[in-house]
C-alpha cells in the first residue's frame, strides 16, 4: 500500500512558476512509476507526467514538454513536478499517482493503482 500526499499547488500570474510536491509512505515509490494528472473544470483528467521506477525515464505529455519537468528524491521518497511558464490553461487539480505502469500503458489513469487527493494550480492575473 502507497499513501501519496501533494503539496504546493496555489495561485499563480501567467509565466510564473510552481513546484508540486508528492510525497509517499508505506513503500519507495522508486520501485513505482510515478505519473501526474490534472484535471480542469468539466473536463476529463488527463496525463500530464510520468516518471519510471529505477532508472527513472522521464514522459510528458506535448503541452508541458520544455515547461514541466518531473523528478524524484529517493532519500525523502518524494515526486515533484517543477512547472514554469504557466498558462491559464494549465489551471486544474492535479494529482499524483503510483502504480506497476508499463511504458505503453503510463498515460492512462488506470495503470495506476495509487492516487494522492490532489492540489488546485490556478493560473490567473
Known amino acids: 500500500q502507497v499513501q501519496l500526499v501533494e503539496s504546493g499547488g496555489g495561485l499563480v500570474q501567467p509565466g510564473g512558476s510552481l513546484r508540486l510536491s508528492c510525497a509517499a509512505s508505506?513503500?519507495?515509490?522508486?520501485?513505482?512509476?510515478t505519473g501526474w494528472f490534472r484535471q480542469a473544470p468539466g473536463k476529463e483528467r488527463e496525463f500530464v507526467s510520468a516518471?519510471?521506477?529505477?532508472?527513472?525515464?522521464?514522459y510528458y505529455t506535448n503541452s508541458v514538454k520544455g515547461r514541466f519537468a518531473i523528478s524524484r528524491d529517493n532519500a525523502k521518497n518524494t515526486v515533484y513536478l517543477q512547472m514554469n511558464n504557466l498558462k491559464p490553461e494549465d489551471t486544474a487539480d492535479y494529482y499524483c499517482?503510483?502504480?506497476?505502469?508499463?511504458?505503453?500503458?503510463?498515460?492512462?489513469?488506470?495503470?495506476?493503482?495509487?492516487w494522492g487527493q490532489g492540489t488546485q494550480v490556478t493560473v490567473s492575473s
Open positions: 499517482a503510483a502504480g506497476r505502469a508499463i511504458t505503453s500503458s503510463l498515460t492512462s489513469a488506470s495503470a495506476y493503482n495509487y
Open positions: 508505506g513503500r519507495a515509490l522508486r520501485d513505482y512509476t
Open positions: 516518471i519510471k521506477s529505477g532508472g527513472g525515464s522521464t
